[in-house]
Structure formats: C-alpha cells, structure tokens
Nanobody, 124 residues
Framework: QVQLVESGGGLVQAGDSLRLSCAASGRAFSTYAMGWFRQAPGKEREFVAV????????GYADSVKGRFTISRDNAKNTMYLQMNNLKSEDTADYFCAARRGYVLEDKAKNYDAWGQGTQVTVSS
C-alpha cells in the first residue's frame, strides 16, 4: 500500500498561483493512477484532476480546466498540481489519492489510498 503526504497549500490572493505536491512512499508508485480531489467546508469531496500511471493521460474537472495542471515524476515518487489564476471558489482542502491500475477514475470511492490533505485558501 502506498502512503501519501500532501504539501504546498497556503493563503493566496485571487489570481495567484500555487503548486501542490504529493509525496508517495511504499512500493510501486509508478503502478498507481493518481488523482487530486478537494473538499470545501460543508461540501462533498469533489474530483479535480487525474493522471495515469505512465504520465501520458490526464483529465480535469471542468471547473479547473485550463487553469490547473497535474503532473508526476515517477523517479521522485511525487505528483504535482500546478494551480494558476486561483479563484475564491478554489478554496478547499486538497487531497491526493492513489488507485492501483490503469483505469482513470473521477469518483473518490474508487481510490485505494489517501493523503491527509493540505489547505488552500484564496482571498478575493
């Protein structure tokens, strides 16, 4: 089982950028599809982005498409989320998740491992 730790959150102003990182430990990081989810206070956890184990396929929620970029470095066992042109509605706790195998999923219930989350607050 892979263990995940997020970092890089913080307080920024609307229009700013942040890069989140998700460091993985354990075996076979490169065999996991990876995803980013977020959860705002009082709301359900929602899909943000997903990347295949081989870094060749990505997918995004419509709300972040064109502003966020997901990437991974399998040699460093790390995944990233570059967030540009942040908006107040991006304020949430951001979680990385791992799913063994090849299928890209946008449903949280289908992921096998989760990090503890990192908080992103965007002031308008």
């Amino acid at each position: 089982q892979v263990q995940l730790v997020e970092s890089g959150g913080g307080l920024v102003q609307a229009g700013d950028s942040l890069r989140l990182s998700c460091a993985a430990s354990g075996r076979a990081f490169s065999t996991y599809a990876m995803g980013w989810f977020r959860q705002a206070p009082g709301k359900e956890r929602e899909f943000v982005a997903v990347i295949s184990y081989s870094d060749t396929i990505t997918g995004y929620a419509d709300s972040v498409k064109g502003r966020f970029t997901i990437s991974r470095d399998n040699a460093k066992n790390t995944m990233y989320l570059q967030m540009n042109n942040l908006k107040s509605e991006d304020t949430a706790d951001y979680f990385c998740a791992a799913r063994r195998g090849y299928v890209l999923e946008d449903k949280a219930k289908n992921y096998d491992a989760w990090g503890q989350g990192t908080q992103v607050t965007v002031s308008s």
